[in-house]
């Protein structure tokens, strides 16, 4: 398993965390995703890295891509 804080700047009230949890988590291989307003981080823990990739174009795909 596999764990990993991004950077996420566009993340700016609930609505953004819970779209972000909401859509990450449709991701075969996510085992849990945390989306935090106040440092602007989302966490996620994967089954393998190759899963990494999915999760940061999804995030792009979305309108919150890491930095
Ligand atoms: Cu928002």
């Known amino acids: 398993m596999t764990t990993k ?3 996420v700047p ?3 009230c609930g609505h953004c965390t819970a779209t ?3 859509e990450l988590k449709a991701i075969g291989g996510l085992q849990s995703v945390k989306a935090e ?3 602007k981080e989302v966490t996620v823990e994967v089954a ?3 899963i990494l ?5 999804l995030l ?4 919150y891509p890491a930095v």
């Open 60 to 63: 792009e795909e979305i309108g």
């Open 5 to 7: 804080t991004y950077q």
């Open 10 to 12: 566009n993340i700016s």
């Open 53 to 57: 990739a999915e999760v940061e174009s």
């Open 20 to 22: 972000i949890e909401r």
């Open 37 to 39: 307003i106040e440092s």
């Open 48 to 50: 393998g890295e190759e």
